[in-house]
Structures are given as C-alpha cells and as structure tokens.
C-alpha cells in the first residue's frame, strides 16, 4: 500500500481475527433459534505497514477491534487469514517454537497498570522474569539488569523488593514499561497506555516513551481512544470502525483534514481545552450507538451512523485508496478529484 | 425560601475528614464556593484531589464513620443542609437536588427493570400513581434520546449500551426537575462519539429547564466547553477559581498552568516533548507543611515549603492559593498579549 522500501518493521496483509460465537447448529434450529452462524469480524482485511523507529497510532471507539489488533501482531489471539508480517517473517504461520524466539523482539504494554502485574511478585521479579526465562542473564547479574532498567524509566533502584500496590498507578505503568523492555524490543504494542492516569502523569508516560524510542529506536503501535493523545505520540494515524480502517494518513494531515466521515465525526467529537474555540465549534454529533460487530451492517460499515450515506453505501464495500499523497480513506463517494466529502454531498 | 441574589448553592469552609489507619485524611479542607441559578460550575482536579467527596458531602452521602464533614455550611435555597435531619435530606435527593455518576452501570440496579428504577423516583417525591410514573418514565426516555422508549422501558440494564445506559441515568436524575444537578465524571467511561452526544444533551436540558449543574472532570476539554466557571481542586483544597475564560486565558496558579500545558493540543504543535508536572499528587493523609503543591510547582521558592499559601484575591471573581498567585496572574496574561 505505501512504498514498499526495505524498512517496514511490521507489515499487515488483509489480516483477519474472527470469533465464532456458535449458532446456526441443529439445536439452534430446533430451540427457535435465528439458524445463523454468529462471527464476530473483530479484525476484517486490514492492510497496513510500521516503518523501523515510526510510531503508528491506532484509534477508534471501544469494540471497534483496535485491541484485537493489536494482540494479532503479537500472535496473543488467533490470527484467522492474511499474513501479519515481521521482517519478512509471517507470524501468523510460524511454530510456536519459532514464535517463543520472535516474542523477545515484540513486546506489549498494557492498559490496566493494576491488572497487567501480579500482586504477589516483587517488581524485581516482574521486571526479572522476561530476563530469566529467555535466560539473557541468571544470578546476581538479573538483579543489575534490573536496577539499570528501573532507572531507564524513571524508578528509583532502591524499590527492587517492593510490591506494586506499594506503588501508584503512573508508577506501575513504569514498571510495566521496564517489563516490555527487559528483553530488548524491537517493536512494542501499547495498548492505551495511559488511559488509566492521571492528566498530569499521563504526559509523564508519553515524554518516557517518546524519549525510549529515541534511545533504543524503538518501534511503536500506540493503541488508544485518546485522539489528543495519539495524535501527540504518533507519526502516523489508522482510524479504525468495526474492524477495518477507514482512514490513514499522517499525524498532522489527520487533524487538519480528515477525509472520512467517521475520522471528521471522531475529531470534531474532541473536547478543546479553550473555551473560545468551544464556543464556535461546528460538531459532527453522530447519532446511535457503534453497531454490533456479529454480522456488522452491509456495504460500509458506517453508513448506519453517516451524515453523508447514500443507498451505494448499504450494497458497496468501500476499499482504503490514496485520496491525496500519503492520505488513505476508505469511502466511495470521495477520490483524487473530490476529496472533500461535504462538497460531494452538496 | 426565595433568595434575592439568586444563588441555590452556597458551600462555606466546607472540611470532610476520613478517620483511617493512617491517620485522618483531609479529603477536602476548607471549600468554599456560590452557584447561582442556571450556572454551571466546574470543579477540575486529579484522582484524590477531595472533587467528589464534596459534592458526596453537599448531597449528604458521605458514609459516616469513616467520614465526617466536620466544619461549614451547606446552604441549598436557603435550606441548610449540613444539619438537616436524614429524613429531610431525602426530600431533597433526586427531587431537587440529583446527582449523576461516572459508572452508569454500578449505579443501575442490574435485577430490575429500568421502567422500575424509574417509576420508583416520581411515586416517591411527585406522589405519582403507577400509571402516571410508567407514562413519565416513557416521556423522560424520549426526552433523554432513547429510539422507542415505550419498548425499551422494559429492558434490564444489561440491555442497553454504555451511552444508553447513562442516559437512562439522566432522565432519572431529572425526573423531578431537580434544581440542582451534580455530574461526578459523567462521560468518562463513554467514547468521545457519544461523550459527544451527552455533552449536547446535558446543554440543551440545563437550558430548557434551567437547571443549575455542577461538573466534576479532570478533562479541561470537557469543563472549557461546559462550564461559566470552574473551581480547581489539589489535595483537598482550591487551588483556584475563575470565571471559565478568564481561567483558561489568565491563570494564576502553577499548578492549573501545568495542567492546561499537559493537555496535547492537536492545533498547534510540532512533535515537541509534552509539558509535564514532575512527581506525583501528595499523600493527604502526610500533607507537608507549606503548599502541598511545592515540591512539583516550578517557581518554588523558600518560603513555599514554609508557610501554607493565602487565598489571593486577583480580581471581583478570580482568587488563586498561592505566594506568588498575583505574580503568575501577571505573567500569563503578559504571555497572552
């Protein structure tokens, strides 16, 4: 999709994530059932690229599959059909054997700070285990690996044998952050990361992290709901619905103009921290609920919730096309020619 | 009952302590601020910052023991409501004064009909027959924005969708047409799409009926849009309070300049390292002497771990706890112009 040069760390092909919740068996038929087999399309042909040192946002609404996604790139959930590719080798088909090897250079941060570490472990252990199950290190020598990574992010190395509750939760996101880095990453998958925080620790974690990456040229999936967030920490954004991306672009060109009717409803949806620019903002208020993804609707999936919808919308799957250079969007009634939607609709 | 100046709530010196085995935290020490009819307030401030345990205080909900509002008043329309009788308080709650909370689906009760959690309130404070609650509830749905009410009033809680669910909540909170209505973090747990649509729905039903709103967030996007003015909130304490614009554009406090600079502005910014307020919010319950915000304010000077800041006033409406409150005040809008 874009240039194909040879620095793609990460590189997506139609990849698919079903669930099959069952249904349409005999039972179902016979206790009254609908009789249709229930798959929720989580991740439905998604095709992108993450360049060595880049970060790429991910964005959209909660059960749009931005999480699953991320989880199939690090084969934690099963990946259905396309190709998850990590420098030229396809995770989705790899033996586990093989995968335990790739899982060194492909790590996760997670969102719940207080979920994602085990109470009853020492940090040093939390952050020790990466190290000794892949055995980089054993002995004392796990201990000082340790410590120099406590201190990479920002933790004192005094606090080895503590405890997380000891800790708060911007803290424990530190931990968790050593933790992803003990095994030297290539690539981490962040998934809201700092969705748990407070404002004035959440702008703590994104400097860590963006001063990580330039050290260790780290690269980056930021998964979030947080559109002021994302478009921080990112180069570039995929906007996300019900399972496939409606619109990428760079991080800049994003904000300034999305082209997607969902990508301008999400953005104009944020609340600005500047009571003038309130005041005379125009918002997209989409009206409804995200559909269910179990059978999702027809054609786009947003043409239940778009402003724009025409009865094209309902019967033509819209394909991601590059509308302006390096800008992708997944709609059928913009182009090249046309890029603005409120003028194709009048 | 009726009040000249027409203010419905006022809080003065307000102190909710919590007896813990770690001592007695000061939750929220020394509060004070009016609403008038019609005006929306914001209170902004962190986890732990004492936001919800005073309007949990002005409803009267704190659980006691541990807790205990030990000073101040609650004036509520001339009603003061720190020494009402609980039963009296009763009246009050979800009639004239009602409350909306982050989580909408610990706040409904999972085993009853929402059309039974509905009638519950009007049968009770508008002495509603069964008939004419059912039929409320319908017309409070509709109103709230909930496609076929007459079928969904039926539904459980589960059935309905997280924005759904807290518009359930709305429309009870207004069954009554409360007077006052307290929202502690209603869109938090909402995406930014239907965070959208509450935001409206909350706007367009505090000017139909004139409710007076108090909007309790950290999110500064949310309060900037909302608010005519906004109290901040650091360890129990105001940190500052102004009138909405004048807040944003002319703050006088380090720690609302840090707040406001550690928000990510997509407008206009370049990529550069985020502002960012070092160390975190200080334990209440061992508050240092000084200010409390001292040790992560960048313009610390000696006399800040010293001596406790005074409430300066800046101008008719605008005061800020700080040494150097008139300072910064001087500064931010120097900076502005």
Redesign the interface.
């Known amino acids: 999709m874009s240039e194909t040069n040879g620095n793609n760390l990460i590189s997506l092909e139609d990849l698919k994530v079903y669930f099959d919740l069952g249904g349409g068996g005999f039972f179902d038929k016979i206790t009254g059932g609908s009789g249709e087999k229930r798959i929720v399309k989580a991740v439905d042909g998604v095709t992108f690229d993450i360049k060595e040192g880049e970060t790429l946002g991910l964005v959209g609404?909660?059960g749009c599959g931005k999480s699953t996604l991320g989880k199939a790139l690090l084969r934690l959930t099963p990946i259905t059909g396309g190709r998850a590719m990590y420098r030229g080798k396809d995770i989705a088909h790899l033996r586990d054997s093989d995968m335990r090897e790739q899982r060194k250079h492909l790590q996760m941060i997670f969102q719940d700070p207080y979920a994602s570490l085990n109470p009853r472990m020492t940090v040093g252990n939390i952050i020790g285990e990466p190290i000794r199950n892949f055995g980089l290190a054993d002995g004392k020598s796990v201990e000082k690996m340790v410590q120099d990574l406590m201190e990479t992010v920002g933790l004192s190395r005094r606090f080895i044998k503590r405890y997380p509750h000891e800790f708060?939760g911007?803290?424990r996101q530190r931990i968790g952050i050593a933790r992803a880095l003990a095994l030297d990453p290539e690539f981490i998958v962040a998934d809201e990361p700092i969705s748990a925080l407070?404002?004035?620790?959440?702008?703590?974690i994104?400097?860590l992290m963006?001063e990580l990456q330039k050290e260790k040229n780290l690269t980056y999936l930021f998964i979030s709901?947080d559109?002021?967030?994302v478009?921080?920490v990112s180069d570039r954004v995929a906007v996300m619905y019900l399972g496939e991306i409606v619109e990428l672009a760079e991080?800049k060109d994003i904000?300034s103009e999305p082209l997607h009717p969902y990508s301008k409803?999400?953005?104009?949806?944020?609340?600005?921290?500047?009571?003038?620019?309130?005041?005379e903002?125009r918002?997209v208020?989409?009206?409804?609920?995200?559909p269910s993804p179990i059978n999702p609707p027809t054609g786009c999936h947003f043409h239940t919730r778009c402003p724009y919808a025409i009865d094209d919308c309902k019967t033509t799957e819209p394909k991601l096309v590059e509308i302006k250079p390096r800008h992708y969007s997944s709609c059928i009634r913009i182009d090249a020619d046309n890029p603005n939607i409120e003028e194709v609709a009048g | 009952m009726s009040n000249q100046n027409g203010t419905i709530l006022s809080v003065n010196d307000l102190k909710t302590y919590f007896q813990t085995e770690d001592g007695i935290v000061k939750a929220v020490d020394g509060i004070s601020f009016e609403l008038k009819k019609g005006e929306t307030l914001g209170i902004v401030g962190e986890s732990g910052s004492g936001k919800s345990v005073t309007n949990l205080s002005v409803m009267r909900l704190i659980p006691e023991p541990p807790g205990k509002i030990v000073n101040g008043d609650i004036v509520f329309d001339g009603i003061d409501v720190r020494t009402l009788p609980m039963e009296e308080v009763r009246h009050l709650r979800g009639k004239r004064m009602a409350m909306i909370f982050q989580d909408p689906m610990t706040s409904l009760n999972p085993f009853l009909k929402i059309s039974t959690q509905l009638m519950e309130v009007t049968q009770l404070h508008l002495g509603h027959s069964k008939r004419e609650a059912y039929d409320h509830a319908v017309d409070m749905l509709r109103t709230v924005g909930i496609p076929a009410p007459e079928k969904r009033v039926d539904n459980y809680p589960h059935e309905f969708s997280g924005g759904m669910r807290q518009r359930v909540m709305i429309a009870m909170a207004l069954s009554c047409k409360p007077e006052l209505l307290i929202a502690d973090e209603p869109t938090t747990a909402l995406d930014v799409t239907i965070q959208a649509q509450i935001l409206e729905l909350i706007k367009e039903l505090k000017s139909e009926q004139g409710t007076s709103v108090i909007f309790i967030t950290h999110d500064l996007g949310v309060v900037a849009g909302m608010t005519d003015k906004i109290i901040v909130m650091y360890a129990g304490k105001v940190f500052e309070s102004a009138p909405t614009g004048e807040l944003f554009k002319n703050p006088a406090n380090p720690y609302t300049k840090g707040l406001l600079k550690s928000v990510p502005d997509p407008a206009h910014e370049e990529g550069e390292d985020l502002y960012q307020i070092p160390g975190l919010p200080p334990d209440v319950a061992n508050l240092p002497p000084g200010c409390p915000f001292a040790e992560r304010c960048e313009r610390t000077e000696e006399i800040c771990t010293q001596e406790f800041p005074p409430f300066v006033q800046i101008n008719e409406n605008h005061h800020s706890l700080c040494h150097f409150a008139k300072e910064v005040h001087a500064e931010s809008a120097g900076g502005n112009a």
Not at chain 1, 198 to 204: E, G, H, L, R, Y
Not at chain 1, 266 to 278: C, F
Not at chain 1, 285 to 290: A, E, N, P, R, Y
């Open positions: 609404e909660s708060s911007g803290q407070d404002v004035s620790i959440q702008a703590q994104m400097n963006n709901h559109l002021r967030a478009r921080h991080g904000y409803a999400l953005i104009s949806a944020v609340p600005v921290p500047d009571p003038e620019i309130e005041a903002r918002r208020i989409l009206t409804g609920d995200v």
